[in-house]
T-cell receptor, first 114, second 114 residues
Framework: AQSVSQHNHHVILSEAASLELGCNYSYGGTVNLFWYVQYPGQHLQLLLKYFSGDPLVKGIKGFEAEFIKSKFSFNLRKPSVQWSDTAEYFCAVLAYSSASKIIFGSGTRLSIRP | EAGVTQFPSHSVIEKGQTVTLRCDPISGHDNLYWYRRVMGKEIKFLLHFVKESKQDESGMPNNRFLAERTGGTYSTLKVQPAELEDSGVYFC????????????FGPGTRLTVL
């Protein structure tokens, strides 16, 4: 069965620190990969996505993620976080064999100390 | 363009009662999805409509859950009778076209069963 693992449940950083949130998935076929973010009191928003092409994808607000196929990973990075990045982050996979269901990781809560 | 909307935003009911959640997808989106996040766990797929037809309902937990999309526009998800374990946030998403696609999420309905 397909699954997505997010390594950290809760990450606490100071402003200007660098961020890397780990994500690994288990599926042997072609996938689309996503990072969604949910800011406090808001709904899920797409941060970035990988469908094909350059494995280093850039998203909104200075976030980027790198798809490493050999490692089944899609880690999210940001060189310098801001207090406004406080949110919950979800890694997600959509398998080509299943054109419907997105499989989500359990989420990583990011808290930024001002 | 209006996004995906959901109603109500919150619902508190007692065990054994019935609740109906509504989702209005983005206009023109044939695909409509329901997901659920139970407290602290991952967001899980419930089902997928293409227009008014159920394409994939493999994630529906049991027969107390009934989803409909009459006319292929908005969708309802009814829980009858509600149980304590049904508490969580119910998300709706929509997408356009066929194949593995980006899904746009609504704000969710927080359901609390007492």
């Amino acid at each position: 069965a397909q699954s997505v693992s997010q390594h950290n449940h809760h990450v606490i950083l100071s402003e200007a620190a660098s961020l890397e949130l780990g994500c690994n998935y288990s599926y042997g076929g072609t996938v689309n990969l996503f990072w969604y973010v949910q800011y406090p009191g808001q709904h899920l928003q797409l941060l970035l996505k990988y469908f094909s092409g350059d494995p280093l994808v850039k998203g909104i607000k200075g976030f980027e993620a790198e798809f490493i196929k050999s490692k089944f990973s899609f880690n999210l990075r940001k060189p310098s976080v801001q207090w406004s990045d406080t949110a919950e982050y979800f890694c997600a996979v959509l398998a080509y064999s299943s054109a419907s269901k997105i499989i989500f990781g359990s989420g990583t809560r990011l808290s930024i100390r001002p | 363009e209006a996004g995906v909307t959901q109603f109500p935003s919150h619902s508190v009911i007692e065990k054994g009662q019935t609740v109906t959640l509504r989702c209005d997808p983005i206009s023109g989106h044939d695909n409509l999805y329901w997901y659920r996040r139970v407290m602290g766990k991952e967001i899980k797929f419930l089902l997928h409509f293409v227009k008014e037809s159920k394409q994939d309902e493999s994630g529906m937990p049991n027969n107390r859950f009934l989803a409909e999309r009459t006319g292929g526009t908005y969708s309802t998800l009814k829980v009858q009778p509600a149980e304590l374990e049904d508490s969580g946030v119910y998300f709706c998403a929509s997408s356009q076209g066929t194949g593995p696609l980006e899904q746009f999420f609504g704000p969710g309905t927080r359901l609390t069963v007492l």
